[in-house]
């Protein structure tokens, strides 16, 4: 049975992969939070408190386990927030996977890495570069989307110095019940919630809804993890998501459709990014031909089930 590493276990990306991995009942999983969370009641799953910044730790971990697989996810992840406090957001993401990179390399372990970069590579694309493919220039529009350039380019490094078995995705935008409210459709979901249950006013603020987004299912997004970790090759990078683009407005007048309140939008300056890009989508062509992966949960359903998550916990 193969030993399968996720850091960043415990957040809405990595809480979505382990069940996904879980459910296939083909692996020992063992996961990384820099918290104390709660115990598993899978117990095929062990969460190890670590944090990966510190080097021994992460040594020690490694050599413990020994993982056959690792999924590196742990990440300081909002965009939004990068801007305001850039040099954890940058320093702590490169740290991070620097440290993964070199406990597998000094230990001399055989094990595949897949590294989660970001679409926000990508940046500020021209109408020109859509779809936007592996070979896209990259135009970083904020500092997190530098740190993920970093990490992208750090798992190109070690696996052409190194030999490290290390395969790159770059996911475009994904959602789904348990994304916190930093991200725009969560924040809907959660102020509509609580607009219904009478804990917010019937005013919901929002950022830019122009712009164009590519947006997934994150339990599509994972299926497609473990699908390059498995059939990717090694070196290579991919890019995932829908491969079309929905205008936030229209994401957002399907939320409200699901509720009976009557609501009023209030745009909100604090919630605009300094550098915006009117319009994103991929084309994920290269990963379909690999695996044969395509987006198959509608945004309809990613929409309902996330406003169904806030409606619960609100």
């Not at 696996?159 to 935008?173: G, H, T």
């Not at 498995?230 to 459709?257: A, C, F, P, R």
């Amino acid at each position: 049975m193969k030993k399968v590493l996720i850091t960043g276990a415990t957040g809405f990306v990595g809480k979505h992969l382990t069940e996904y991995l879980v459910s296939s009942g083909e692996s020992e999983i063992f996961g990384t939070s820099l918290i104390d969370s709660k115990p598993q009641e899978d117990k095929k799953i062990q969460i190890e408190k670590i944090d990966l910044t510190n080097f021994n730790d992460v040594v020690s971990l490694i050599d413990r386990i020994k993982p056959d697989h690792i999924y590196n996810l742990a990440s300081l992840t909002s965009p939004a927030e990068s801007f305001e406090n850039p040099t954890p957001v940058v320093l702590g993401n490169i740290e991070i996977e620097m440290n993964v990179l070199n406990a597998i390399k000094n230990k001399g372990l055989k094990t595949r890495i897949v590294i989660v970069s970001s679409a926000e590579v990508y940046g500020l694309v021209e109408s020109s570069d859509l779809p936007v493919d592996e070979k896209t220039p990259m135009r970083p529009g904020n500092p997190y989307a530098v740190s993920k350039i970093a990490q992208d380019f750090l798992g190109l490094q070690y696996n052409l110095s190194y030999k490290l078995d290390i395969v790159r995705m770059r996911p475009f935008n994904h959602t789904g019940p348990g994304q916190g409210p930093n991200f725009a459709i969560p924040a809907f979901a959660k102020q509509i919630a609580l607009i219904e249950k009478g804990q917010q006013e019937p005013f919901l603020k929002v950022g830019n809804l122009e712009a164009k987004r590519d947006f997934s299912d994150v339990r599509d997004i994972v299926k497609g993890y473990a699908l390059i970790c498995q059939k990717g090759i090694s070196g290579e990078v991919y890019n995932i998501g829908s491969g079309k683009s929905h205008q936030m407005k229209e994401l957002l007048d399907i939320l409200l459709s699901l509720s009976d309140k009557k609501i009023t939008i209030e745009s909100d300056s604090k919630r605009f990014l300094p550098v915006d890009v009117d319009n994103i989508y991929c084309n994920y062509g290269k990963l379909n031909s690999l695996t044969g992966w395509k987006p198959e949960i509608p945004i309809e359903k990613t929409l309902k089930d996330t406003l169904d998550y806030w409606r619960s916990i609100v």
